[in-house]
């Protein structure tokens, strides 16, 4: 299911219609205490997470989200294309297969990709991306039949080397246009893409192509946790122009969902209700407010 606003001017009742949150950022409630919660504070989006809606059983967790009246705005993950090895890449391209019915049985179009480091003992980055590029070639047609689009997200450059060797917008969008835009689409996360000087021109590229498939919110924060993968800030608690982001996918044309995913372990160890509550006051703010 295609999620869809409409266009023209919003007002601050509009932009929060377009709100949703992630599954991580309240990773301490089970599925059903996400729907409830979402449900209690008029929150009508969720990004889901594959591993808790294994876990639940994807048929249930489908059911459960469509009888709370909830749209499946996301899926994450599939990915992981980067390994040599023959074995290891047929593995990863069928457990993306999976990952495509899971995101055509929860009723979501986006399932989000994150691309994979370099294999051990590598420095290939070109030779790593160039086997994103056959995966996609490979996936493309069979997420097509089943009305997904594939969502490649860059990640910030301190992941290149063991996450994701797709680090900039510009990158991502170099290998989505290989593809239909219907197909391949891209991710705007400001975590990821708020230090790099041409992300307005890069939105603008992909949003004049029809290449936003999701923007996802969380602040930068420091100093950076050990491990680092665990150090994303509550919106307005860092670094990040949160309304600018806003802004420059508003004006290419994006009128889909704003997804709050935010890894946080403070944030885990709070009452979920209190969390989603401090994330829609955040979100208002630093978003909805004017100046």
């Not at 599925?31 to 639940?56: F, I, K, M, T």
Request: with cysteine.
């Amino acid at each position: 299911m295609s999620v869809e606003f409409s266009g023209g001017a919003e007002g601050p009742v509009d932009l929060f219609a377009r709100f949703s949150l992630n599954q991580q950022t309240v990773k301490q409630w089970s599925l059903p205490e996400l729907a409830d919660g979402c449900v209690r504070a008029g929150v009508h989006g969720v990004g889901l997470w594959r591993a808790p809606v294994q876990e639940y059983g994807v048929a249930a967790a489908a059911r459960l989200v469509r009888d709370a009246g909830l749209a499946v705005t996301s899926l994450c993950r599939g990915g992981f294309f980067t390994a040599s090895d023959p074995k290891e890449r047929a593995d990863a391209l069928a457990d993306n297969r999976a990952a495509i019915e899971e995101a055509s049985a929860l009723g979501t179009d986006t399932l989000v990709l994150v691309s994979g480091g370099l294999p051990p003992g590598s420095r290939d980055l070109y030779g790593a991306r160039e086997r994103v590029a056959d995966a996609l070639e490979e996936l493309a047609p069979y997420a097509a039949e089943a009305g997904v689009r594939l969502a490649i997200e860059p990640l910030h450059p301190m992941y290149a080397a063991d996450r994701c060797v797709v680090s900039t917008l510009a990158q991502a969008l170099d290998l989505a246009e290989r593809f239909p835009a219907g197909r391949v689409g891209v991710v705007v996360d400001t975590y990821h893409l708020w230090w790099d000087d041409t992300i307005g021109s890069q939105i603008e590229r992909a949003g004049s192509a029809g290449r936003i498939a999701a923007f996802q919110l969380a602040d930068w924060v420091t100093p950076l946790p050990a491990g680092v993968l665990l150090g994303r800030g509550q919106l307005g608690d860092g670094a990040v122009d949160l309304r600018w982001f806003r802004e420059q996918v508003d004006a290419a044309g994006y009128r889909g969902p704003i997804e709050v995913e935010i890894f946080n372990p403070s944030l885990w160890e709070r009452p979920g209700a209190e969390v989603l509550a401090e994330v829609v006051e955040r979100f208002t703010t630093h978003l909805v407010h004017t100046r």
